[in-house]
Structure formats: structure tokens, C-alpha cells
């Protein structure tokens, strides 16, 4: 069963930005894909869950200086997407 991406405008201003830069969007794409598919992310991509005020939220790096976010609801993993350039 696949989840659904639930983004916010956040994200959707950040990707915009991202456009803008010229950055690969097909990376970004794969790994959403992955984790809508509840896949395992590859060993490149670094995931780890965050800490402090962070806490409940996993990262994932999709460049160097390019992170992804997601957020984790009760059992099921929903992926909440965030995107710093």
C-alpha cells in the first residue's frame, strides 16, 4: 500500500526554489517514491530520525546541502516533505 505525500507551503515554496537553482528534481523524485512505497532509502541518502524539537521527524539527504524531512504519525510513516537549497 502506497502513503500519500501530505506537503505543506513551506515545501512547495522551497521546491519552487529549487527550480529555480537547476537542481535534479528526478533525485528528489526517487526518493519520495521510495518512501511512499515504504521502501528502504539507499545508504547514500543518510537517513536518520532527528532529535529535539525535531523529534518524530526523519531526514534524508537528497545532495550535499539538500535535505528532505518527513514526519512520522502514530505507526504508519506518512511523509511529510521539506526541502532546505
Same mark, same amino acid.
Given at each position: 500500500? &502506497?502513503?500519500?505525500? +501530505?506537503?505543506?507551503?513551506?515545501?512547495?515554496?522551497? @521546491? =519552487?526554489?529549487?527550480?529555480?537553482?537547476?537542481? /535534479?528534481?528526478?533525485?528528489?523524485?526517487?526518493?519520495?517514491?521510495?518512501?511512499? &512505497?515504504?521502501?528502504? +532509502?539507499?545508504?547514500?541518502?543518510?537517513?536518520?530520525? @532527528? =532529535?529535539?524539537?525535531?523529534?518524530?521527524?526523519? /531526514?534524508?539527504?537528497?545532495?550535499?546541502?539538500?535535505?528532505?524531512?518527513?514526519?512520522?504519525?502514530?505507526? +504508519?510513516?506518512?511523509?511529510?516533505?521539506?526541502?532546505?537549497?
Amino acid at each position: 500500500m &502506497a502513503l500519500d505525500l +501530505l506537503t505543506t507551503t513551506v515545501f512547495e515554496r522551497d @521546491l =519552487r526554489r529549487v527550480k529555480k537553482q537547476g537542481k /535534479d528534481l528526478d533525485k528528489l523524485e526517487a526518493i519520495v517514491n521510495l518512501l511512499q &512505497a515504504q521502501e528502504q +532509502l539507499p545508504g547514500r541518502c543518510h537517513p536518520h530520525p @532527528l =532529535r529535539g524539537n525535531w523529534a518524530g521527524h526523519q /531526514d534524508c539527504h537528497v545532495e550535499p546541502h539538500w535535505l528532505l524531512l518527513k514526519r512520522r504519525r502514530f505507526t +504508519l510513516c506518512c511523509p511529510r516533505a521539506f526541502c532546505f537549497g
